[in-house]
């Protein structure tokens, strides 16, 4: 059985990678069949997806400092409703 999918790229993401898959002389209905086939054998996705979750960004880091600096507020929520309700409230001040 096969199955038909359709994806949306950005014209210009489209344009760069086509052309390299054209190089290699390849369509990109083979590239993506690949891409799956490697999935499927390896049981990974063959792309570095490293992620530091335990490093923040420059701009969390700049946010971090002015709440230590006593610069912001800082507030603790417990739920979407309680988030909410804060940031009602710092609209209407």
């Given amino acids: 059985m096969t199955v038909n999918y359709s994806i949306r ?12 898959i054209e190089e290699y002389g390849l369509t990109p209905a083979q ?5 799956f086939r490697q999935i499927a054998e390896t049981r990974a996705i063959p792309v570095s997806l490293t992620y530091k979750s335990n490093e923040p ?6 946010a971090m400092r002015e709440v230590e600096q006593g610069v912001n507020d800082c507030y603790t929520v417990n739920s979407v409703e309680e988030l909410n309700a804060i940031v009602e409230k710092i609209r209407n001040e």
Avoid: G, H
């Fill in 9 to 20: 790229l950005d014209e210009n993401l489209k344009k760069q990678s086509f052309a390299v």
């Fill in 31 to 35: 590239v993506i069949k690949m891409f």
């Fill in 57 to 62: 960004n420059e701009e969390t880091k700049q």
